[in-house]
């Protein structure tokens, strides 16, 4: 409902200009004896519902931006220090001057091609697509760096300027409006802001702040960090007891919740590794694998989704591959017997990160004794021969409809033709009738 729009034009240090009906239709600079403060550099990353429905408002952004670098303050303006640096930057990757100066201020960024997703969630769960986080920020960078604000380049993309504008970032902030969602309930949080919070401590070296604009209740809006915010939800839900016993009611979806939130975990501690520590591992362990509360855990995963516990338990294990969690000898060892376990019981599901990862499954296996690794990394070989024979026969299935309704198109044509001539003929024949009569 606009806090959010207004939080960004107040730290700029301008305010809006409305009509007699209350509408925004421009803005002003509030002068700097009135604001008493610097203003403030920011940086917009659109969703790309909001950059489709709202178009008007992010030009109005936009506006603010270029007005609060230009308003020749006397004292300190971070707006018009970015505007300097981002010139700089973009000059050193080869930029002319009048292109460097004309993109300075660009601050407004979302999905190219309008595309709103990052395509990074597919590439940090499948963790042999990558060993450096370096690889994700790039990616990053070049999905979400299109331009927005300037209609002259609305859509755009260049190279380089996403990056200039997140120069001197500190800190990342997420609006939270919503009770359906929390950080580690909705893996479109890890992927934005914590897409965002990566790629700014691979552009500028340094981990920036997380927090939320907690907004649930307008009552009584404030700030709250991202560590707070992974600590009252994980408290609250996937380690509670008295939460998981009514959880297991809903059977297997309940199942697939409660691996969606450890896949989650883990893509926080790929986007920001001190967000989530040890401890959140240790518990969550202690929970789904050791079942410290006695909630018959794995009789519940093995009724209702055996996959599910093959992903989490793999989810588990990539995050101590990866070196997230330093976790024991003895936890790596019962959780490579589990996963094992339910793969060479259930046969893989081959979702995320079961199959789809030869250095976590090389990793699995050197946790096994012989014969179990080779049963269980033959387990994986049928599964994924199944996957792919599966893809062929859906690509022949394909073919043969394509066929098949080519030639009831043919027919189709054939059959309309065919009435077309005849109703010809008989119309004809009733001309030539009439004529005779005549």
């Given at each position: 409902e ?13 305010e809006p ?7 925004v239709?421009?803005i002003?600079?509030?002068p ?9 550099d920011?940086?917009?990353q ?6 489709d429905?709202?178009a008007?408002?992010?030009?109005l952004?936009?506006?603010a931006?270029?007005?609060?670098a230009?308003s ?5 303006n971070?707006v018009?220090?970015?505007?300097v ?10 930029y ?5 100066r ?7 960024f ?5 595309m709103a997703g990052t395509?990074?969630t597919?590439?940090v769960?499948s963790g ?5 986080e370096?690889?994700i920020?790039?990616?990053?960078l ?5 331009t927005?604000?300037d209609?002259k380049?609305?859509?755009?993309f ?5 990056e200039?504008?997140?120069q ?7 609006p ?7 950080a580690l309930?909705?893996?479109h949080?890890?992927e934005?802001?914590g897409?965002?919070?990566l790629t700014?401590?691979?552009?500028t070296?340094?981990?920036p702040d ?6 649930r209740n307008?009552?009584?809006?404030r700030?709250?960090?991202?560590q ?7 408290r609250?839900?996937?380690l509670?007891?008295t ?10 979806s ?5 691996t ?14 001190s ?6 591992w240790?518990d ?13 855990i ?13 992903e989490m338990?793999?989810v588990m ?9 330093k ?11 589990l ?6 019981e ?12 030869p250095?976590?499954?090389?990793f699995i ?6 014969q179990?690794?080779q049963?269980?990394q033959q387990k994986?070989?049928?599964a994924?021969?199944v ?5 062929k026969?859906?690509?022949?299935k394909?073919e043969?409809?394509s066929?098949?309704?080519q030639?009831?198109?043919?027919n189709g044509?054939?059959v ?5 001539v005849?109703i010809?003929l008989?119309?004809?024949?009733f001309y030539f ?6």
């Amino acid at each position: 409902e606009g806090a959010t729009l207004a939080q960004l034009f107040y730290l700029l240090g301008v305010e809006p200009v409305r009509d007699q009906f209350g509408r925004v239709l421009d803005i002003r600079l509030i002068p700097e004896d009135i604001l008493q403060r610097p203003r403030i550099d920011v940086v917009v990353q659109t969703s790309g519902q909001f950059r489709d429905l709202a178009a008007s408002r992010l030009s109005l952004l936009q506006k603010a931006i270029d007005m609060a670098a230009e308003s020749g303050d006397q004292g300190t303006n971070y707006v018009a220090k970015g505007k300097v640096d981002a010139e700089k930057v973009l000059l050193n990757k080869g930029y002319s001057p009048k292109d460097a100066r004309e993109l300075s201020t660009t601050r407004i960024f979302g999905g190219v091609n309008g595309m709103a997703g990052t395509g990074i969630t597919g590439m940090v769960e499948s963790g042999s697509q990558w060993e450096n986080e370096n690889e994700i920020a790039r990616v990053y960078l070049n999905n979400m760096g299109a331009t927005y604000g300037d209609s002259k380049n609305w859509g755009n993309f260049r190279e380089g300027v996403f990056e200039a504008a997140l120069q001197n970032t500190d800190l990342v902030i997420q609006p939270r409006q919503s009770h359906t969602w929390g950080a580690l309930s909705l893996d479109h949080v890890y992927e934005f802001m914590g897409g965002m919070t990566l790629t700014v401590r691979n552009v500028t070296g340094k981990d920036p702040d997380n927090y939320f604009n907690d907004l649930r209740n307008r009552y009584n809006a404030r700030a709250q960090t991202l560590q707070a915010a992974i600590g009252v939800e994980s408290r609250t839900t996937i380690l509670n007891p008295t939460y998981i016993k009514e959880q297991l009611k809903g059977g297997a979806s309940s199942a697939s919740g409660f691996t969606e939130v450890v896949k989650n975990t883990y893509g926080w501690n790929v986007m920001k590794p001190s967000a989530i520590d040890n401890r959140l591992w240790n518990d969550i362990y202690d929970v789904y694998v050791e079942d410290k509360h006695d909630l018959l855990i794995k009789d519940f995963f093995r009724k209702e989704s055996p996959a599910a516990l093959q992903e989490m338990t793999a989810v588990m294990l990539e995050t101590i591959r990866k070196g997230y969690w330093k976790a024991s000898e003895e936890q790596i060892s019962r959780l490579s017997a589990l996963h094992s376990e339910m793969v060479q019981e259930f046969d893989a599901a081959c979702s995320g990160f079961t199959c789809d990862n030869p250095s976590l499954i090389n990793f699995i296996s050197r946790y096994l004794d012989p014969q179990q690794a080779q049963q269980y990394q033959q387990k994986i070989d049928d599964a994924v021969k199944v996957a792919i024979s599966g893809e062929k026969s859906m690509v022949l299935k394909k073919e043969e409809a394509s066929n098949g309704e080519q030639q009831r198109q043919f027919n189709g044509v054939r059959v309309a033709i065919i009435t077309f001539v005849s109703i010809s003929l008989l119309i004809l024949l009733f001309y030539f009738v009439r004529r005779r009569r005549k």
